[in-house]
């Protein structure tokens, strides 16, 4: 039996701001706990938010990335519930009217663009954190994250696979980490989603019943949870038994999803307007102001890549996936003058490194300058391609510069011509019956004669000089 899978996701984005929504407490991760909270965060009587401007400029941002409604006023409201992490009782967030409305972003899954629509994206602080394995038996709490400013991105139903769901989330962090309002540094919880999952049967007309799966935090584990979750539903259903709407929690270590909760609805949270903030007004001018001092996208990126430094599409878009990779990229083309050999080290060697590892170009000890480094070393033929892998190798592990690692370990590369002279000269000698070979039209074995010299001199001579000296010796 076939099944149509609908999924969509809300994305909370922590918004890089100094200061939390509405408080002056610092947002500073990684302070010890319950250091970071002032009054308004423990929500103590006689006190009163003060909206972060930052945060609202960060949301229009983003708004305006996405081709979205600005809405010149904007409201919160008070969403109640109870967890011992929420110290007031009540979540302000923006339900009725948000500040971002309506807007769009493309995604690309195998080679082919879908545009997927933002229902809406609004502003709200977040919670605590509920630390369970520090004390035995008992719970503790960490107020530091508690009033954090959050940007919740609200997509439409409209994503059909796991793939898809995984481009978007990708697409949203591309976006968030170029126009620096959020550091996408998942990990840490700066990005997290709740994946909403239904199945259907091609001819019916309504959606399935859907099954939220909270808190999310990878780009691997949304591809898992979504497949487990559908796989869940389907076995249901064939065995004629009903989808519970409810909330779901993935376990990524036994790769399933077990029930937390049934699912609330909108009136469960009893929401209502913010009693203590007046509406939010967004002046045109500054929203103009905002616009012009939008950083360059990547597909502007993509199409500089193309123009300026003669890339191909499918490179320009690889090295513009990360904001990260992009810098690493200019840097070096700069310096090194040389931006096709920059690149096809980052579109390769970095890449399988980065696949290898799983893990973000931020997260890698290779940096900028480090890398530009290398580029440059390549490019003045100090070492050959071969050890430069070798290089980057240790660069990955350890995270020492280029230069240390080559003096070090002795890498330079020979470029003496009377050494590789000498070298090609014993290599020859030493394979007779290649020679009489590669004399007789068996020209493949040059690649041969070549490895051998390369071994000889423990990948330090320079390919060029032994092409020409071999190519020489056995004419």
């Given at each position: 039996?076939?099944w149509?899978t609908t999924?969509?996701?809300e994305?909370?984005?922590?918004?890089?701001t100094k200061?939390?929504l509405?408080?002056g407490?610092?947002?500073?991760?990684?302070?010890?706990?319950?250091t970071?909270?002032?009054?308004?965060?423990?929500?103590?009587p006689?006190?009163?938010?003060?909206?972060n401007?930052e945060a609202f400029n960060k949301?229009i941002?983003f708004g305006?990335?996405?081709?979205?409604?600005i809405?010149?006023i904007s409201?919160?409201d008070?969403?109640?519930?109870?967890y011992p992490?929420?110290?007031?009782g009540y979540q302000i967030?923006?339900m009725?009217?948000p500040?971002v409305?309506?807007?769009?972003i493309a995604?690309?899954v195998?080679?082919?663009?879908k545009?997927?629509?933002i229902t809406?994206?609004?502003l709200?602080?977040?919670a605590?954190k509920?630390?369970?394995d520090?004390?035995d038996g008992?719970?503790g709490v960490?107020l530091?994250?508690?009033g954090?400013?959050l940007?919740?991105i609200?997509?439409e139903p409209?994503i059909?696979?796991?793939e898809?769901a995984?481009?978007?989330?990708?697409?949203?962090?591309q976006?968030v980490?170029?126009l620096?309002?959020?550091?996408?540094?998942m990990?840490?919880?700066?990005?997290?989603?709740?994946?909403n999952?239904?199945?259907k049967?091609?001819e019916?007309t309504?959606?399935g019943t859907r099954a939220e799966?909270k808190n999310?935090?990878?780009?691997?584990?949304?591809d898992?949870?979504?497949?487990h979750e559908?796989n869940r539903?389907?076995?249901?259903?064939?065995?004629?038994e009903k989808?519970?709407?409810e909330?779901?929690?993935?376990?990524?270590d036994?790769n399933e999803?077990r029930?937390?909760r049934?699912k609330?609805a909108?009136n469960?949270?009893?929401?209502?307007?913010?009693p203590d903030l007046?509406p939010?007004v967004?002046?045109q001018?500054?929203i103009n102001e905002?616009k012009?001092n939008m950083p360059e996208?990547?597909k502007a990126?993509?199409?500089?890549?193309?123009?300026?430094?003669n890339?191909?599409e499918?490179?320009?878009?690889?090295i513009?996936?990360s904001?990260?990779?992009?810098?690493?990229?200019?840097?070096a083309?700069?310096?090194?003058?040389n931006?096709q050999?920059?690149?096809?080290?980052?579109?390769?060697?970095v890449?399988a490194l980065?696949?290898?590892?799983?893990?973000?170009?931020?997260e890698?000890?290779?940096?900028?300058n480090?890398?530009?480094a290398l580029?440059?070393?390549?490019?003045?033929?100090t070492i050959s391609?071969k050890i430069?892998?070798?290089?980057l190798?240790?660069?990955?592990?350890?995270?020492?510069?280029?230069?240390?690692i080559?003096?070090?370990?002795?890498l330079?590369?020979i470029?003496?011509?009377g050494l590789?002279?000498e070298?090609?000269?014993?290599?020859?000698s030493d394979n007779?019956?290649q020679?009489a070979?590669?004399?007789?039209g068996?020209?493949?074995?040059?690649?041969?004669f070549?490895g051998q010299?390369m071994?000889?001199?423990k990948?330090?001579?320079?390919?060029?000089n032994?092409n020409?000296v071999?190519?020489?010796?056995?004419?």
């Open positions: 039996m076939s149509e999924i969509g996701l994305i909370h984005v922590q918004l890089s200061t939390k509405f408080s407490a610092s947002t500073q991760f990684g302070s010890n706990p319950n970071q909270v002032d009054y308004v965060d423990l929500g103590l006689g006190v009163l938010p003060v909206p401007r949301a941002m305006l990335a996405t081709n979205s409604t809405n010149s409201f919160f008070r969403k109640n519930y109870f992490d929420l110290p007031k967030t923006q009725n009217k500040i409305e309506n807007g769009e995604i690309y195998d080679n082919k663009e545009i997927i629509n809406r994206a609004h709200e602080e977040d605590g509920s630390v369970h520090l004390f008992k719970t960490d530091n994250r508690a954090t400013p940007l919740e609200v997509s409209e059909s696979s796991p898809e995984v481009a978007y989330f990708k697409a949203i962090h976006l980490t170029y620096d309002i959020c550091d996408g540094n990990s840490q919880g700066s990005m997290r989603c709740d994946v999952v239904s199945i049967k091609p019916d309504e959606l799966l999310i935090n990878s780009f691997r584990f949304i898992r949870a979504i497949r559908v539903q389907i076995k249901l259903l064939e065995k004629g989808i519970v709407q909330t779901r929690l993935y376990d990524s036994k999803t029930s937390m049934s609330e909108a469960d949270y009893r929401y209502f307007p913010e007046l939010i967004i002046d001018n500054e905002i012009n996208l990547p990126k993509v199409s500089r890549y193309i123009d300026v430094f890339l191909d499918a490179d320009a878009k690889i513009a996936t904001k990260e990779m992009s810098k690493m990229f200019e840097t083309a700069a310096e090194s003058m931006p050999l920059a690149a096809r080290w980052l579109i390769g060697e890449n980065l696949n290898k590892d799983n893990v973000l170009l931020s890698s000890k290779l940096e900028i480090n890398f530009s580029i440059i070393r390549i490019n003045d033929e391609g430069a892998k070798t290089v190798e240790k660069i990955w592990e350890t995270g020492d510069t280029v230069d240390s080559i003096e070090s370990e002795g330079v590369q470029k003496d011509s590789i002279e070298i090609c000269n014993k290599v020859v007779p019956d020679v070979a590669y004399r007789a068996k020209d493949k074995l040059f690649g041969f070549v010299v071994k000889e001199s990948g330090k001579a320079n390919p060029k032994v020409e071999l190519k020489k010796l056995l004419s």
